[in-house]
């Protein structure tokens, strides 16, 4: 059939118009999606310019003008809590309609792969799975994404808001599913999950230019990413060669019946990973818009070699995280790094970035689940995030919803000479102190030369009195301060000390 050029021209300047001026949502809204209950909630998207936007949502009416670069976003009047599915439509040009959206409590996930990490990776996957029809959980997951300029928005991946079931729930974050199991029945309430995530990454990723800009210390990191960048093809070859080396090595032990334990070694390929502010940039920034309720953060493996740093990036990235949000002191809760590294028993840089770790909970409403005794010294990986996630869900319960529970274990307070021992006391005790399973200890004390040494440890009530026979007159105590320390001291609620060190060496 013959159509003349002016009407195919026509038409192709018509749907191109219509399909500019098609008012668009920002991918964190899709159908089944939990909006955040008792504060604004910004809807944001894009229009064409100068375009008329309206969004419409239980019971409001709430609109604005695209701006010149098609951005809009409107703000909702506080809502209230709901488990009944309603709907959001947006009128411009066109018609956007959403529905099963709830109002809720909604939680970010973020930081590297053992954030990340499936419930159908995790431990005891397909019997977990099998119960888990959720309705009122609901999770979202953002694509990996790096940018070198904070994005006007990221992809999610592809499937959007889904519905806590049987079929679905593999595929959810397991510290995320497994808090919000923990936590939804208890506050009566939905519970939103957005994943957004990326393996291997390094604090500085994650990280705002302005946050990197804000101490001279942080120049470091600039200079060590444009150093990985100029090296980068030489890495390569030494990557292959290393490779095939690891390969073998596996082999090797796989032909033997044992674990291959050696770590995977880094490919150059991977240095986009350690862009800074990349993923904060392609991945945050983006949805940083979104009213949530707090944040959860596993992260720190990639920085483990480099734990004397850690301690200001960290806070710097929780504190300009916190401004973007404008949200005011977000709750934000961690995961300590687990024990791992199993095949070096006296190193410490793991134990020093714990540290830094626990010196972040300074900032205000802070919170640390401690995994020093469910972590797997020859895995990165450990499978049992059904603890981790509970534990996760216990500070939010005490920090966020008043709840009156033990959330933390023995912390340390206070070290006191006495004799040829040290008494160590602690915060947090929880009706006594237990040691599990065997006689107490990853404890080691020092004298003057700072040498240290296994000591012997006994609790009295709520401390614990810690000597060595090689140390006549200790003045350092240390507990569980290795990579993969055998830490069993915990409080009367089963919570792990956290591990800590009286000393500054």
């Known amino acids: 059939m013959y159509f003349p050029r002016s009407l195919v021209v026509l038409s192709f300047l018509v749907s191109c118009a219509?399909?500019?001026?098609?008012?668009?949502?920002?991918?964190?809204?899709?159908?089944?999606?939990?909006?955040?209950?008792?504060?604004?909630?910004?809807?944001?998207?894009?229009?064409?310019?100068?375009?008329?936007?309206?969004?419409n949502f239980a019971g409001q009416s709430v609109g604005t003008t695209a701006g010149k670069d098609g951005r809009w976003i409107v703000y909702l009047a506080p809502l209230t809590a709901s488990s009944a599915g309603g709907e959001l439509v947006v009128t411009g040009s066109n018609v956007v309609t959403l529905t099963d959206i709830l109002v809720g409590d909604v939680w970010l996930l973020s930081g590297q792969s053992n954030m990340e990490w499936p419930v159908e990776r995790a431990m005891n996957a397909a019997e977990e799975t099998a119960e888990a029809n959720f309705p009122l959980i609901r999770h979202i997951k953002f694509k990996k994404t790096i940018t070198s300029a904070p994005a006007e928005s990221v992809e999610n991946d592809g499937a959007g808001w889904r519905v806590c079931t049987p079929e679905v729930a593999k595929w959810f974050s397991a510290v995320g599913f497994y808090f919000a199991r923990d936590l939804q029945p208890r506050i009566g309430v939905p519970v939103g999950l957005i994943n957004s995530t990326y393996g291997g990454t390094p604090v500085e990723g994650w990280m705002s230019e302005a946050a990197l800009g804000s101490d001279p210390a942080f120049a470091v990191v600039g200079e060590r990413w444009q150093t990985a960048l100029v090296t980068a093809p030489e890495d390569r070859a030494r990557f292959d060669a290393a490779l095939e080396v690891w390969k073998a090595g596996e082999a090797a032990a796989k032909a033997k019946g044992e674990k291959y334990t050696a770590p995977w070694p880094q490919n150059p390929a991977s240095v986009k990973w350690f862009q800074p502010s990349g993923l904060f940039n392609g991945m945050i920034a983006p949805i940083l818009p979104?009213?949530?309720?707090?944040?959860?953060?596993?992260?720190?493996?990639?920085?483990?070699?480099?734990?004397?740093?850690?301690?200001?990036?960290?806070?710097?990235?929780?504190?300009?995280?916190?401004?973007?949000?404008?949200?005011?002191?977000?709750?934000?809760?961690?995961?300590?790094l687990a024990n791992f590294?199993?095949?070096?028993?006296?190193?410490?840089?793991?134990?020093?970035?714990?540290?830094?770790?626990?010196?972040?909970?300074?900032?205000?409403?802070?919170?640390?689940?401690?995994?020093?005794?469910?972590?797997?010294?020859?895995?990165?990986?450990?499978?049992?995030?059904?603890?981790?996630?509970?534990?996760?869900?216990?500070?939010?319960?005490?920090?966020?919803?008043?709840?009156?529970?033990?959330?933390?274990?023995?912390?340390f307070n206070n070290a006191e000479r006495e004799g040829a021992a040290i008494r160590v006391s602690f915060d947090y005790a929880g009706n006594g102190?237990?040691?599990?399973?065997?006689?107490?200890?990853?404890?080691?004390?020092?004298?003057?030369?700072?040498?240290?040494?296994p000591a012997m440890a006994k609790i009295e009530g709520e401390t614990v009195i810690v000597s060595?026979?090689?140390?006549?007159?200790?003045?350092a105590v240390r507990y569980a301060w290795t990579n993969a320390p055998e830490a069993n001291l915990y409080n009367g609620a089963g919570l792990p000390a956290v591990p800590f060190r009286s000393d500054a060496w």
Not at 360 to 388: M, R, S, W, Y
Not at 433 to 453: H, S, T, Y
């Open 341 to 411: 590294g199993g095949g070096y028993p006296d190193a410490t840089n793991w134990a020093k970035l714990r540290d830094a770790q626990t010196d972040t909970l300074a900032l205000p409403n802070t919170g640390q689940a401690v995994a020093i005794d469910i972590g797997d010294a020859n895995d990165i990986h450990p499978t049992n995030k059904q603890e981790v996630g509970r534990r996760l869900a216990l500070i939010a319960r005490a920090k966020v919803y008043g709840g009156s529970v033990d959330f933390a274990g023995p912390t």
């Open 433 to 453: 102190l237990i040691a599990k399973d065997k006689p107490l200890a990853a404890f080691q004390v020092a004298g003057a030369d700072q040498k240290f040494f």
């Open 18 to 55: 219509s399909a500019f001026a098609d008012v668009t949502l920002a991918p964190v809204f899709t159908d089944h999606a939990v909006l955040q209950r008792e504060k604004p909630v910004p809807v944001w998207g894009k229009a064409e310019a100068g375009e008329r936007v309206v969004v």
């Open 468 to 475: 060595a026979p090689e140390v006549a007159e200790p003045v």
């Open 290 to 336: 979104v009213a949530i309720k707090g944040v959860l953060w596993y992260q720190g493996e990639t920085n483990g070699e480099r734990p004397d740093e850690y301690a200001k990036l960290f806070a710097a990235m929780i504190t300009h995280w916190r401004a973007h949000l404008g949200q005011g002191d977000v709750p934000f809760f961690w995961v300590q």
